[in-house]
């Protein structure tokens, strides 16, 4: 697994950037697009110079903004990005790509489907039209509904995210959302859910607002539910954010929770290549890299951050293969306290945190680190 590496494409591109996201995005030109194109095919050639002779492809995935909006301008996007690296592909990967159903055409599903994604990110965030006006996310029930039918007949791995704390939102809105993608109206539901909590990030239209989110037991109160709904759909909850069904985690975010290598094209990526993290500026013109040279202590720390947010937690003796350090020996006065609150397990040669314990993830990282 040495020269094993994920790649992660970041593209920009909205046709309406939702209030609540911070990433980097814009609503295109042609000449924008024209320049992105070339300024990712050129940032892939210059990185591929520095990958070792026999490196291979893990996963792929193609995040944004919007994706699927690229292929308005070239629809032979996707298949020629990943046909720049078909020499390091030797076997069936995870290649994933975001969309949003209100947006993405049904011949483009098609062209994702002809250039080899397998499986797709389907950014629902709830069925209420009143919150979806709230967060600002462009929504055409109809058109979503003909395309989901779709996605679910061609793509045997799809997944869709969902949003909860949002103002406004009730348990009986959620259970309307889970419900209409877990009863009869697919015979493929998703194999995978993504479930995130609403957050007022800083340069955000919401955050400009100065809205008050909902209080911390409502917020429990609505994860539970979605966490219940899932166990009941036989999905395990494998990440603090992410439920699946057996054989359906998501191959390419366990690379960022693993600490693997993974490179980042476009604007505002950010990659990580053994002790170096980089980051794309957020900028129309020509893509420039930051590269990070981290410290071996703060290398331990993001590790720690990023196991226990999974299901699988920090098993002993790798943490000893990889850093050279005893974990008990150096955190255990912190894990010790955080037993002693109730939070956390030690089992088989492994601390974990339980589904309970995620929801105070930060209070128990502070103990222990």
Known sequence: MKNYLSLYFHIPFCLRKCDYCDFYSTVPSRFEVDLFVQNIFRDIAEKKKLLPLNYRIRTIYFGGGTPSVILKYFPDFFLDIISQFSSAIKNKIEITAEINPSVIELNEIDLLVESGVNRVSVGIQTIDRNLLKFIGRKSIPEKSENNLKKISELFSNWSIDIIFGIPGQTLK????????FFSSTFQNPPKHVS???????????????NIKLPDEDVIVEQNNLICNFLKQQKMTHYEVSNFAKPGYYSLHNQSYWNELNYLAFGPGATGKFYCTRT???ASKDIISQRTL???PE???DTYIMMKLRTISGIQFNKFKKRFKTDFMLKYGKGVKKCLNSGHGIIEKNRFRLEEKDWMVLNSILYEIL
């Open 195 to 209: 479930a995130y909590q609403l957050e007022f990030k800083d340069n955000t239209v919401l955050k400009k607002k």
């Open 279 to 281: 980051e794309n500026t």
């Open 173 to 180: 809105s959620i259970s309307r959302t889970l419900d209409n």
């Open 293 to 295: 040279i981290e410290k």
């Open 298 to 300: 703060l290398l331990k």
